[in-house]
């Protein structure tokens, strides 16, 4: 559901956060997109002259009156996003979208690959500010894109850091701190976002434990609002016979959150 408008945002910082990556943190100055705003929504953003489609991009969390968001440049839109000065204006569309669920008394555990880790952040701070525990587990290509961590320490969130190539000090995938996490028995629910193989893996997990599962779903987006169903992705259901069917629902509004038991990932 769109739960407001508002076209002129003012961009306040757009630093780049790692030297391995294009990877920027931009902070944007949207009262009314920042007092609706809920953990792993999105908001639309218009990408300048020349780009008809807005950029979907998920929000890291909210600050005051601000909307935080972390990107990677990866085409003609996120490349003029890069060059965007404090001060600038910026047309942001939102907050947009189902984000993640989080019920008192449940033990959290976040889990993020590659650039999938910034959205995590809000719902990991809805979690600690409902007084419960968060621990993060971590998924890198190697150490020079290790980015973003310390903001979930500093949140009181405490984060394991695995790497493909070993080179931050263990070698392995994210899904092998996932399995020793649920081990513990100490984790309620688990709120998963990166590359959708990682996703599935960490799907399965946590349905072979038994632990409720969030993932949110990345699709290329075209109208934001649920019309064109550009951004569909397939699920399953029951029926009120127990007969199950698939059906597709539109990422852009019926997620981009959904509980992993509903996903077909094949």
Not at 43 to 50: F, I, M, P, Q
Not at 188 to 193: F, L, N, R, T
């Amino acid at each position: 559901m769109i739960n407001e408008l508002k076209d002129n945002g003012t961009i306040l910082t757009n630093d780049r956060i790692c030297e391995g990556a294009e990877l920027y943190d931009m902070l944007i100055e949207a009262p009314g997109i920042a007092k609706w705003t809920m953990p792993g929504q999105i908001v639309h953003v218009l990408c300048g002259e020349g780009t008809t489609l807005r950029r979907p991009i998920s929000v890291c969390e909210t600050v005051g009156d601000c909307i935080r968001l972390c990107y990677e440049v990866r085409g003609k839109g996120t490349e003029w996003m890069k060059n965007r000065k404090p001060g600038e204006k910026i047309s942001v569309l939102g907050a947009l979208g189902h984000g993640f669920s989080h019920n008192k008394g449940e033990r959290a555990l976040l889990v993020g690959g590659g650039i999938g880790i910034y959205p995590l952040l809000s719902i990991g701070k809805k979690v600690k500010a409902d007084g419960d525990s968060a621990l993060a587990a971590f998924g890198f290509r190697n150490a020079s894109l290790i980015n973003y961590t310390e903001e979930f320490k500093m949140n009181g969130i405490d984060v394991s850091v695995i790497t493909d190539d070993g080179s931050n000090g263990r070698q392995g995938f994210v899904t092998e701190l996932v399995k020793e996490a649920l081990a513990t028995g100490e984790i309620d629910v688990v709120y998963v976002c990166g590359p959708r193989g990682m996703m599935a893996a960490v799907a399965g997990l946590c349905e072979a434990a038994n632990v409720r599962c969030e993932v949110s779903m990345e699709e290329r987006m075209g109208c934001g609002v649920g019309a064109c169903l550009a951004c569909v992705c397939k699920t399953m259901f029951k029926d009120n016979a127990g007969v199950i069917g698939e059906k597709y629902k539109r990422v852009c509004m019926d997620g981009p959150v959904f509980d992993s038991k509903e996903i077909i990932w094949k």
